[in-house]
């Protein structure tokens, strides 16, 4: 599942956030060669991130949770999350899924999502 989260579906995710769109709209505004978009929608379709709606690709519920936890740690300055801190993120968005359809309600998911991103280990990139 990793393999999926590098720069480009993840531009692909913040493409769809906005609305969904068809396979060209994506390719247009995510600037992606068509080989790599394939790849992309295939694996985000493969983890329920994005589906398919007609002949128009839409984020899940799932991957605009995923989406707003990367745009959390995004903002946190221009660090790079160490490959344990990116595994710690993903576990906990799956974990937050499995909340979510247990009933909990969004306070408690919040705080769980929350804690797993302040806990992230991060080191700083040269500028």
Same mark, same amino acid.
């Given at each position: 599942?990793?393999?999926?989260?590098?720069?480009?579906?993840? !531009?692909?995710?913040? +493409? #769809?956030? &906005?609305?969904?769109? %068809?396979?060209?709209? $994506?390719? /247009?505004? =995510? @600037?992606?060669?068509?080989? +790599?978009?394939? !790849?992309?929608?295939?694996?985000? %379709?493969?983890?329920?991130? $994005?589906?398919?709606?007609?002949? /128009?690709? @839409?984020?899940?519920?799932?991957?605009?949770?995923?989406? &707003?936890?990367?745009?959390? #740690?995004?903002? /946190?300055?221009?660090?790079?999350?160490?490959?344990?801190?990116?595994?710690?993120?993903?576990?906990?968005?799956?974990? +937050?899924?499995?909340?979510?359809?247990?009933?909990?309600? /969004?306070? *408690?998911?919040? *705080?769980?999502?929350?804690? @797993?991103?302040?806990?992230? *280990?991060?080191?700083?990139?040269? =500028?």
């Amino acid at each position: 599942m990793l393999r999926v989260f590098d720069a480009q579906p993840i !531009r692909v995710l913040e +493409t #769809l956030a &906005k609305a969904p769109k %068809s396979f060209m709209e $994506v390719l /247009r505004e =995510a @600037a992606l060669p068509k080989a +790599t978009l394939h !790849r992309a929608l295939v694996g985000l %379709s493969m983890c329920k991130f $994005v589906k398919k709606v007609g002949d /128009r690709y @839409a984020i899940t519920s799932d991957g605009e949770l995923l989406l &707003k936890s990367f745009r959390r #740690l995004r903002t /946190r300055s221009m660090l790079k999350i160490t490959d344990d801190g990116l595994r710690r993120v993903l576990e906990q968005a799956d974990r +937050t899924l499995r909340m979510e359809r247990s009933g909990f309600n /969004r306070v *408690e998911q919040f *705080e769980s999502v929350q804690e @797993a991103v302040e806990g992230v *280990e991060v080191i700083s990139v040269p =500028a």
